[in-house]
């Protein structure tokens, strides 16, 4: 009996990795574990699941709305919290959104906000979906450099 990779067997399905995954852990694909615990799929068992995906017919895929759930996405970074203020000003709106003990701002059109009926107290998800990540230092709340009237060390100037 062959046993294949995850990544072997999910190229033999035609799937993502992740699907397959997915699968083994919903008790849909069978595995054999190897020692160090990683997953194996044998020969017979894809024969299985390709004789499976064979019968079943495709699903047709439809657009998606805009209205739609965010299940669609393929953004990873998604924060959940509750909208804290809303603020409309002529063609924009800024949201403040709490997720956990931080808060996040967003500014969206305002013709987004009314579409998504957004109000203070709604839960909302925020999906950060950048090239770019700023990170800074946080100071420690005993340090008082930088404060004023705090001592600093002198400057050397040079001559």
């Given at each position: 009996?062959?046993?294949?990779?995850m990544?072997?067997a999910?190229?033999?399905?035609?799937?993502?990795y992740?699907?397959?995954?997915r699968w083994v852990?919903?008790?849909?694909?069978?595995?054999?574990?190897?020692?160090?615990?990683h997953?194996?799929?044998?020969?017979?068992?894809i024969?299985?699941?390709?004789?499976r995906?064979?019968?079943?017919?495709?699903?047709?895929?439809?657009?998606?709305?805009?209205?739609?759930?965010?299940a669609?996405?393929?953004?990873?970074?998604?924060?959940?919290?509750y909208?804290?203020?809303?603020?409309?000003?002529?063609?924009l709106a800024?949201?403040?959104?709490r997720?956990?003990?931080?808060?996040?701002?967003a500014?969206?059109?305002?013709?987004a906000?009314?579409?998504?009926?957004l109000?203070?107290?709604?839960d909302a998800i925020a999906?950060?979906?950048?090239?770019e990540?700023?990170?800074g230092?946080?100071?420690?709340?005993d340090?008082s450099?930088?404060?004023?009237?705090?001592r600093?060390?002198?400057?050397?100037?040079?001559?």
């Amino acid at each position: 009996m062959s046993l294949l990779t995850m990544r072997r067997a999910a190229e033999r399905l035609g799937v993502a990795y992740s699907t397959l995954k997915r699968w083994v852990h919903e008790g849909r694909v069978r595995t054999t574990r190897t020692e160090g615990g990683h997953h194996r799929v044998s020969e017979a068992e894809i024969e299985r699941l390709t004789a499976r995906q064979s019968s079943e017919p495709r699903q047709r895929l439809r657009p998606v709305e805009p209205d739609e759930s965010l299940a669609a996405l393929s953004a990873r970074n998604r924060l959940r919290g509750y909208v804290e203020e809303v603020r409309v000003d002529g063609l924009l709106a800024q949201v403040r959104l709490r997720v956990g003990d931080q808060h996040l701002t967003a500014v969206i059109t305002a013709d987004a906000l009314a579409s998504l009926k957004l109000k203070r107290g709604d839960d909302a998800i925020a999906i950060v979906k950048s090239t770019e990540v700023m990170i800074g230092k946080a100071v420690a709340a005993d340090d008082s450099a930088g404060r004023p009237g705090s001592r600093r060390r002198p400057v050397k100037r040079l001559r």
